[in-house]
Every structure is written in structure tokens, then in C-alpha cells.
């Protein structure tokens, strides 16, 4: 087998599809037993030619089963505004309930929990908390459709309006004090959203009860279909915010409250109340619009909005929740292994990672924080998702997580690159697709509850060395 040299730069072909080779020694991939570590070689591919990417809207989702859910506004210079709410049906956790001889109602409350986290403070938030919010709170027409993608808003009218304008600083950190009807002294409870909800409502959950003297969750989501939350606005002067909040079935305190008295044998009021619940049976849909229009920065209009795949060559982005995808492209990886096995050689890849440099940015960190972590999958047409094999073999080794210190993301795709020289191509719902052609899809990890956003250098980044330009990072072995 032969020697390679250590330095291979002016190799000609590999200088036209714009890439470097030098030895690598410190390697333990896929692959790597074949070939003593002193020829194993490496190859960084980092120009428009051999990497193609760009950014589009993300696609709608369903919000299915989860357990956060966002109502907020967002205005951010780069991605523009966006805009976050969210439809929620209650349960009733007990059957044939009553509210006594000759209940009155006293309050009805929608509280609405935080996320909250031990370990991460901004887990109920994304945003600026010194912005003034306001919510507009509806009683749904019908039914919470949980089929809904994010793009569809509830279908409501100003006759199912509950609550206009409500306006509060969100606080997610912060316990709230407050006192139930019939306390004598406020308490401290876990930070929460508190919205009255007018009396009437209440008068109705009464009638309901007495009309329906066995009743279920069943009947009681038959009457009562739930409330459509929407944020309406934010201080002028402020960036905004987008709170979030736990819809899970473990939660305390996302639930209509419904407070009550009654008239004892001796002339005193007792009071009382009942909760209904957020729970498994609750369905849920989210409704997120995002105006690109209002963003201030021209690469970023020119990708998502006119839709120029050549501004990718300078940076591209990702933003959670139906924002923004980017789509990465590799030409030539076949060609190039083609060449490299002309003389019989068989070419192996140990190991191949594809680097996502973070752009610098002035904006505040405090309020657009970084994704914490992206993910890779095949870039399927018609919603269609499917894992790349290295995501399923390597598992949490896959990547993906921000790292602070070279303020870069890195997946490894070994088994990606490899597929597409060879090239593979994958059957889905009756139909081949060709791994070069599609290229991967890059999301925010968590884009589904998660509206952070992040700016990636490209591979023609201005101002940045090399190893901050978006590239990848080829580790081969050559078998003759």
C-alpha cells in the first residue's frame, strides 16, 4: 500500500471542487481499522460550489400531545415579528359533580402555569419580561381540533369574546399572591397567569350542572369547547415576548377555576370551588404566524421572502415554532469519489462532520438567545420526515448541541456522506429519493415549543476566518 504524503494541497482536481487534504492521526470513527492511522486523510469541502444552503419559512406541524403551549409577541430586527397562540379544551376530573342547594358565583379564574425549570431559568419565557403583553381570551364556537397544523387560527367572533385586553408583565420566576374568594389573606402560589374570566361564564357552568346531573368530562367538553388564547399586542418601545406554558396533565395551575358559595343553615356563606383541568384528555393546536416583512436585515428578506438560495452563500437561519428551516446541499461529493477510485481503489469514509458556525450579533443574548441545539433530517417534500442513518445509529453522538466554546454546532453525517456517494436513495410512500438531490433539512431541535432562533455563517461568510465559515469535514481512508 502506498505512502501518502502528508501535505496534499496542490492536488488539481480537489482544488477545483474547492477543498484542502492534510494527514489526520487523532481519529476513532467508522471505519477507521482499515487503514494505519498515518494514511488516513482529510478533506474540507467550503465553497458555493461543493455546499448549498439556504433558508425558507418552516413548514406547519400539529401540536399533538404537547405540553407546553406559547401566547406571545416577538419583535426581532433580523427574523421579523412573530406572532403566538393557543387553543384548550378543560376536563372535568370527577363525575356528577354539584355545587350544593343554591350556589352563587363568586369568580371565575383562567390561570395559566409557567413552564419551570431547576436548572434553566428562561424555560417559561423567550424574549424580553419588561414588555407589557396582551391577551384577548376567547370561548371557542367549537371544538378544538387537534388535527389543526400551526398556520390555521381558531375560527372566532367578537360575540365569543370572554376577556379584551387583558394586559400583565409576565413574570415567570416570580410566585404570585393573590386571595380566593373567602380567604381572609393572600397567599403565595407558583408563578402562574391569572385571568378573570367575567361571571357569566360561571352562570353557565351552573345551569350546565343542573341541567346535566350525571356529568362527565364527556358532556362537560360537549357544552363548554374550550378558549382560544391570543395575544394582541406589546409596549411600543419593546421587543416583546413569547410566554410559555405547561399544558401537561402533571401541572397545578393551568385550569379554569370555578369559585362558589352557598348559604349554610345558619345564614353564613361557604365557599368552594372546582377546577377544571388540563389534562390527558385535553385537546390542544397552536397557531403561530410570522411576518418576515418586518424584519429589518436584507439577507434575511432575500432568502425567505423572494427566496434567493444565493444569499445562503453568506449566512443562513433556523427559528422555532413554524419559523424558519435551512436546506444543505452537497454537488460533487459523488464526482469526486468517482475520480478518487478511478485506479481500482475502493474510497471509505471514517468519518465526516458538517460544522455551523454562529454568526456574531449585536442583539441582546438576554432576549434572543441561541437555539441550544439543532437537528439534521432527510429535506422530504409534503410534510414527509424520516431520520438520516446517523441520527438513528449514533443517537446523543449525532450532535447537534451548541457548543460554547468554538460557538459552533457540529453533527457527524459519516454514514450521510457515505450513503450519497454511493448513491443511495430511499423509498418512501412509493416513491425513490435520491440522497444528493434532497440534501438535509436543518431545524431548531426543539421546534415544535421552542422559539429560539440562531444566524449561521455560510460558506462565503464575510470577515470570519475559515473555521467560522459553515464547512464539512471529510476523514477517508483509501483501500487499494
Excluded at 360561571?202 to 350542572?209: P, R, T, V
Excluded at 378558549?227 to 411600543?236: M, R
Excluded at 474510497?347 to 443574548?365: G, H, M, R, T
Aim: hydrophobic share 30%; with cysteine; proline share 5%.
Amino acid at each position: 500500500m502506498k505512502k501518502i504524503s502528508k501535505y496534499l494541497f496542490g492536488f488539481f482536481l480537489l482544488s477545483l471542487l474547492g477543498i484542502t487534504i492534510s494527514c489526520k492521526k487523532e481519529l476513532s470513527e467508522v471505519g477507521n481499522e482499515l487503514q494505519p492511522p498515518e494514511e488516513l486523510l482529510e478533506v474540507k469541502f467550503q465553497t458555493p460550489e461543493t455546499i448549498q444552503a439556504f433558508s425558507l419559512p418552516d413548514d406547519p406541524f400539529l401540536l399533538g400531545s404537547s405540553t407546553s403551549a406559547i401566547a406571545g409577541y416577538l419583535k426581532d430586527d433580523v427574523f421579523g415579528t412573530s406572532k403566538a397562540g393557543f387553543s384548550l379544551n378543560f376536563s372535568q376530573p370527577s363525575n356528577n359533580i354539584t355545587f350544593g342547594n343554591n350556589p352563587r358565583v363568586e369568580e371565575v379564574v383562567l390561570s395559566l402555569q409557567y413552564r419551570r425549570s431547576t436548572t434553566d431559568k428562561y424555560t417559561g419565557y423567550y424574549g424580553d419580561t419588561l414588555s407589557n403583553l396582551s391577551y384577548n381570551v376567547y370561548r371557542l364556537p367549537e371544538a378544538v381540533d387537534n388535527k389543526n397544523l400551526t398556520d390555521v387560527e381558531p375560527k372566532v367572533t367578537p360575540q365569543d369574546l370572554l376577556v379584551n385586553n387583558f394586559v400583565f408583565s409576565p413574570r415567570p420566576n416570580d410566585s404570585v399572591a393573590f386571595k380566593k374568594p373567602g380567604d381572609s389573606e393572600e397567599k403565595k402560589y407558583i408563578p402562574q397567569v391569572r385571568i378573570k374570566l367575567p361571571n357569566s361564564l360561571g352562570e353557565d357552568f351552573l345551569k350546565y350542572i343542573a341541567e346535566n346531573p350525571t356529568n362527565t368530562t364527556e358532556s362537560f367538553q360537549e357544552f363548554f369547547k374550550g378558549v382560544y388564547v391570543e395575544a394582541t399586542g406589546i409596549d411600543n418601545d419593546k421587543q416583546g415576548v413569547l410566554p410559555r406554558f405547561d399544558i401537561s396533565s402533571k401541572n397545578l395551575y393551568t385550569k379554569i377555576e370555578f369559585y362558589y358559595s352557598n348559604t349554610n343553615s345558619t345564614g353564613d356563606r361557604v365557599y368552594g370551588s372546582y377546577s377544571f383541568i388540563s389534562s390527558a384528555k385535553s385537546y390542544r393546536s397552536a397557531f403561530y404566524k410570522h411576518i418576515p416583512s418586518d424584519s429589518k436585515n436584507t439577507n434575511f428578506k432575500d432568502q425567505i421572502i423572494n427566496g434567493n438560495k444565493d444569499a445562503g452563500r453568506k449566512q443562513i437561519y433556523v427559528q422555532g415554532i413554524s419559523g424558519v428551516k435551512s436546506v444543505v446541499k452537497f454537488s460533487g461529493l459523488r464526482e469526486w469519489a468517482n475520480d478518487m477510485q478511478k485506479d481500482g481503489a475502493v474510497l471509505a469514509i471514517n468519518s465526516a462532520n458538517i460544522v455551523f458556525p454562529q454568526k456574531a450579533e449585536s442583539s441582546d443574548e438576554d432576549i434572543y438567545r441561541t437555539t441550544s441545539k439543532l437537528f439534521l433530517s432527510f429535506n422530504l417534500p409534503n410534510g414527509l420526515f424520516l431520520n438520516i442513518p446517523d441520527r438513528d445509529i449514533l443517537g446523543d453522538s449525532f450532535g447537534g448541541s451548541f457548543d460554547e466554546k468554538t460557538k459552533a454546532y457540529k453533527f457527524n453525517i459519516s454514514r450521510y456522506v457515505q450513503g450519497v456517494i454511493e448513491g443511495e436513495k430511499t423509498l418512501l410512500n412509493g416513491e425513490y429519493f435520491d440522497w444528493e438531490e434532497i440534501g438535509l433539512k436543518l431545524q431548531n431541535n426543539y421546534y415544535t415549543t421552542d422559539p429560539s432562533r440562531v444566524i449561521i455563517n455560510g460558506v462565503d461568510a464575510d470577515g470570519v476566518e475559515p473555521d467560522q465559515k459553515m464547512h464539512l469535514e471529510i476523514i477517508y481512508t483509501l483501500i487499494k
